[in-house]
């Protein structure tokens, strides 16, 4: 299959390399020439616009920052909807808001594009690994026919419903390892400054109810002081933000995120921003006088 | 002086007329003409658009709802723009964005106009008694031309910095007085569980260290059980969203401020949005 792949960061990188791996063809191009270069060398083909990669492609995947990126790459100038013919298919797998998502999927459809919002879960080591999980909105026969690439890139791929319900998941995701993060530093730096050992105390968690991959991964990688990303914080804060803001938009009262996004505040204005999230235990530790040791 | 107004809302009508009754040369637009249908009456004179009011008036006040209506009143089509000459003066009344107020101000001054930020604080009452607090963001030779103008609106008139200035200072205002209101509440809510009487309470810190402007007012009403709007929580949930936004900008920390938020967002969701903010009280009581 002919795959266009537009975003080379941390996530696309290995995630469009994983395409490779399991025999699609793949078209790449990026703002920054540099970041296409691993894909070349790949043997990925080489495009001078995301509309060439759309003419070169039936399938096109984006894996970018925020709305206005998306939008930029399919709908701008020079973008997928220049090139793309009818009945190309166009998977975001980029977090964005479910409503941006809706708008940008009903903007491509009256060009007579498909577009499916398929935001991930599992970070980079989960995009190397190509077990991400993948949260998939959109028409069901489209989802179907992209099976064997997200089966390339991810293990648990499940649709949730129409356009925009991807990313509502990936809402969720958010909530929950956000607040769950925010809850396990809190927990170690509890523990720290108690007098106790914190390994001891989440090696004990791990057999119990507060079991969670967040207390298993990111815990450990406080407890070794391995703030290095992954998932750097102001990215954490912005897909919190997202959430607020559908929250502010649907009435709703969400008071744990809203507290787990004011400590993404306070990360970001305190140069913790481009750590990952689990530095947030550092936050914690100033908040309170300090390392427990 | 001749002055154009837009938005004769609960606070902007009274507004209107004060400026009027101090003997200036007033002139309307309204969006929707029926809202400036009672000082037409009195012979104001209304406008076809933003642009031919601009063209008429020295200065042009706005007071409108969103960020987005003060762009569009500025720089949309027939906008005050596309109708100002040079050296006249944009004074914004409404709680927009700082950001915006900063834009604004920016693409004014290319073309030689003159912006202020200058939102209030006071509600309906402050605006009808002439007693609003004004917060100003303008560089100073154009503050100084229209602060003849806010002495005729309110009471205190601080100029806080250059443009843009005037909304933060009003951000910080909503934080602080609806996180009050939200405390006020809780308090009210507690005295009731307790089966205590509420006004005996509110009397009594009125008195102390926890007496405020917020337990006055919005205290009273929540005794009274009065929830008819003073003014309407849609605003103050529509001012949160504003500053919650920047501070996450600014990688600022609003815990409090950040659940005040939550409260206000169940406010709506529960359909008391054009009710008073002190339905804060109501969300304690699901």
């Not at chain 2, 002055?3 to 009274?14: A, N, T, W």
């Not at chain 2, 930020?117 to 303008?138: H, N, W």
Request: charged fraction near 20%; hydrophobic fraction near 50%; include cysteine.
């Amino acid at each position: 299959m002919d795959v266009g792949f537009i975003g080379l960061g941390l996530m696309g990188r290995p995630m469009a390399l994983n395409l490779i791996k399991a025999g699609q063809r793949v078209h790449v191009w990026s703002r920054r020439r540099e970041s296409m270069q691993p894909l070349l060398d790949a043997g990925a083909g080489d495009c001078a616009s995301a509309a060439e990669v759309a003419r070169q492609a039936s399938i096109t995947i984006s894996m970018v920052a925020d709305a206005p990126d998306v939008e930029q790459v399919t709908l701008g100038a020079d973008g997928i909807a220049d090139g793309a013919s009818a009945g190309h298919i166009h998977i975001d797998m980029s977090t964005i808001a479910p409503a941006a998502a809706q708008s940008i999927a009903a903007r491509l459809a009256a060009r007579g594009i498909i577009a499916l919002d398929a935001p991930v879960s599992g970070g980079e080591p989960g995009a190397i690994a190509g077990t991400l999980t993948i949260m998939v909105g959109g028409d069901a026969d489209a989802c179907a026919r992209v099976q064997p690439l997200f089966a390339a890139m991810g293990k648990s791929i499940t649709r949730i419903g129409e356009a925009g319900a991807g990313q509502v998941a990936k809402a969720c995701n958010q909530i929950i390892t956000g607040v769950g993060v925010a809850s396990v530093a809190e927990a170690l730096n509890f523990a720290a400054r108690s007098g106790v050992d914190g390994a001891r105390v989440r090696e004990a968690l791990l057999g119990g109810f507060a079991y969670s991959r967040i207390l298993e991964n990111h815990g450990q990688r406080m407890l070794a002081r391995n703030f290095k990303p992954g998932f750097k914080a102001w990215m954490h804060q912005k897909d919190v933000r997202i959430v607020m803001d559908e929250a502010h938009r649907l009435g709703l009262a969400l008071p744990m995120t809203a507290a787990t996004m004011q400590l993404f505040n306070a990360m970001a204005g305190s140069g913790l921003g481009e750590d990952d999230s689990v530095a947030m235990l550092e936050l914690f530790e100033r908040m309170s006088g300090g390392a427990g040791e | 002086m001749k002055i154009g107004f837009i938005g004769l809302g609960v606070m902007g009508e009274p507004m209107a007329r004060h400026l009027r009754a101090a003997g200036h040369d007033l002139a309307l637009w309204a969006r929707r003409p029926e809202s400036a249908a009672a000082l037409v009456a009195e012979g104001v004179p209304l406008c076809a658009t933003p642009a031919e009011l601009a063209a008429h008036s020295e200065v042009v006040i706005t007071i409108v709802t969103a960020s987005a209506d003060v762009e569009a009143l500025a720089f949309g089509p027939n906008g005050l723009a596309a109708g100002f000459v040079p050296g006249a003066i944009h004074v914004d009344m409404s709680t927009i964005a700082p950001a915006t107020a900063r834009a604004l101000a920016a693409r004014y001054a290319e073309r030689g106009i003159g912006w202020v930020d200058a939102p209030v604080s006071g509600g309906g009452r402050g605006a009808r008694d002439a007693t609003l607090a004004i917060m100003a963001g303008a560089e100073d030779e154009t503050l100084a031309r229209v602060r003849p103008l806010f002495e005729v609106l309110g009471k205190r008139i601080v100029h806080i910095g250059p443009p843009g200035a005037g909304q933060v200072a009003k951000a910080c205002n909503q934080m602080i007085m609806v996180s009050t209101i939200q405390a006020c509440a809780e308090a009210v809510r507690l005295a009731n569980a307790h089966g205590v009487d509420v006004a005996a309470v509110r009397q009594a810190l009125m008195g102390g260290s926890a007496g405020s402007k917020v337990l006055e007012v919005m205290g009273a009403k929540m005794v009274e059980r009065d929830f008819a709007a003073g003014i309407e929580a849609r605003l103050h949930h529509k001012d949160f969203a504003i500053l919650m936004d920047e501070a996450a900008k600014l990688g600022a920390p609003l815990p409090v401020a950040a659940q005040v938020w939550q409260q206000l967002n169940a406010l709506m969701g529960a359909g008391w949005g054009r009710d008073d903010t002190a339905s804060l009280l109501r969300v304690l009581e699901p």
